[in-house]
């Protein structure tokens, strides 16, 4: 049966079309730079909020009833992989993600569920047979279920780490079947609630053995996707132990794991850590670990991971002007990580949702494209620091001075003048870029 049979197929058809099925910014096979918005923007479909969520929320129960919910168990699973393939043709998405427990039903046994999984997953290679629609990434999860209580491969029972560890080789096991490119590690409960009846120390030697085990394994398959942390402060846990690229990094360096890590960075998770998406996305990029994206927007005025589609053009501009300055992601792509609105209950709200995102990615990557091509902020920046390319400046960064030579150049330079940042005149230049990319 076709679950969105009364829905067309979603095509651009410019800034000035007022059909609310249609791209009026993205253009797949636009070329952008070197590459069509396809290639640069690689956008994904995420199979738990799109085709499992049902609108619940800490107050109140589920609002959105999909016409595959009367199915239970099996046949549920079964109906969901039918809808997905029908979404993703529908949208011409090329890549989705999922959770092993999205895509088919837990058993009363580990085996039962590797069953169902085995299934499921059959059915999903055959799909892709005969779609445009691949693979981006897969993951296990591990926070859920009550037995994920006190974390997964941070758990303070052994069980639970032997648990998790045989969830994510059948992980890997099945990213390889289905041409995965990528593996994501989400530590939802990889974190303490309190330092009173924690060993901090022990919990990290742990993820850092589950890492390598990880590692060793995908080498013995054969799996070649990119490793992914995604970063989160906190919900579920109180601190997380992956807060942000920059406790990430931490944390692969340590345990010397930053040669087959890279970060996928969530736009909601960065507000949550303090820090807004550019930021991690930047960190990420300056130290050659930015791997992928979980494309979303957070809503300010509330403290938790609330994952609304993007629509902030603002915020897309900059997301991509780093993007652009990393070469793309790679072998990672933009994932809407991102949910309906409790009140937007109609199939064809997953549509608009969508559409807007995607949009609003096209809008920011044709806006940044245009500023870097300008060298608008690459230009303030290298006059910025332009102290450093003469003089004392210049011999600090060739390493060719020392603290008695610079006690003797501040004794005769203490006269000293800053130039302005000019910040409100910077935000104007990209509000105009903004509104006349597509003039």
Request: with cysteine.
């Amino acid at each position: 049966m076709g679950y969105f049979e009364q829905f067309p197929q979603v095509k651009y058809e410019g800034i000035q079309s007022q059909n609310p099925y249609a791209f009026k910014y993205y253009n797949p096979g636009e070329r952008v730079g070197d590459k069509t918005m396809e290639e640069w923007l690689r956008f994904s479909v995420a199979y738990w909020h799109t085709f499992t969520a049902n609108g619940e929320d800490p107050f109140g129960a589920g609002t959105m009833v999909r016409s595959w919910d009367h199915l239970d168990g099996m046949d549920r699973a079964k109906a969901r992989v039918e809808a997905a393939f029908e979404f993703f043709e529908k949208m011409q998405v090329p890549y989705f993600c999922f959770h092993d427990i999205d895509v088919a039903p837990e058993g009363d046994t580990l085996k039962e569920t590797f069953d169902n999984l085995d299934e499921i997953v059959g059915m999903i290679k055959e799909y892709m047979k005969n779609s445009r629609t691949q693979l981006l990434w897969n993951t296990a999860n591990m926070f859920t279920h009550p037995r994920f209580t006190h974390g997964a491969a941070t758990s303070s029972n052994a069980d639970v780490f032997a648990f998790a560890a045989a969830k994510v080789k059948k992980g890997l096991e099945i990213g390889k079947e289905l041409g995965g490119q990528n593996y994501v590690f989400w530590g939802g409960r990889e974190g303490y609630e309190t330092l009173l009846n924690t060993d901090m120390k022990f919990e990290l030697d742990n993820l850092g053995r589950f890492f390598h085990m990880a590692v060793d394994y995908a080498k013995e398959i054969g799996f070649d996707g990119q490793f992914l942390i995604e970063p989160k402060p906190k919900e579920p846990t109180k601190h997380q132990y992956d807060f942000d690229v920059a406790s990430g990094l931490a944390f692969l360096r340590t345990y010397g794991l930053e040669d087959y890590f890279k970060f996928n960075i969530e736009a909601n998770h960065a507000t949550l850590a303090g820090h807004t998406f550019e930021h991690e996305l930047h960190y990420a990029r300056a130290n050659g670990l930015l791997g992928s994206v979980d494309a979303n927007q957070g809503d300010l005025l509330l403290g938790w991971d609330t994952d609304e589609f993007p629509t902030d053009l603002y915020s897309t501009t900059l997301a991509m002007y780093e993007i652009l300055k990393n070469g793309g992601l790679g072998t990672g792509g933009l994932n809407f990580d991102a949910k309906l609105r409790r009140g937007s209950i109609a199939d064809e709200d997953l549509f608009h949702a969508h559409i807007a995102g995607m949009d609003s990615f096209a809008v920011g990557l044709k806006v940044a494209h245009k500023l870097l091509e300008d060298r608008v902020l690459e230009g303030i920046i290298d006059d910025r620091y332009s102290s450093y390319q003469k003089g004392i400046g210049k011999d600090i960064v060739n390493g060719e001075t020392d603290f008695k030579k610079l006690y003797e150049y501040a004794l005769e330079h203490d006269q000293i003048e800053n130039k302005s940042n000019h910040v409100e005149q910077i935000r104007a230049k990209i509000n105009q870029y903004l509104l006349t990319a597509f003039a």
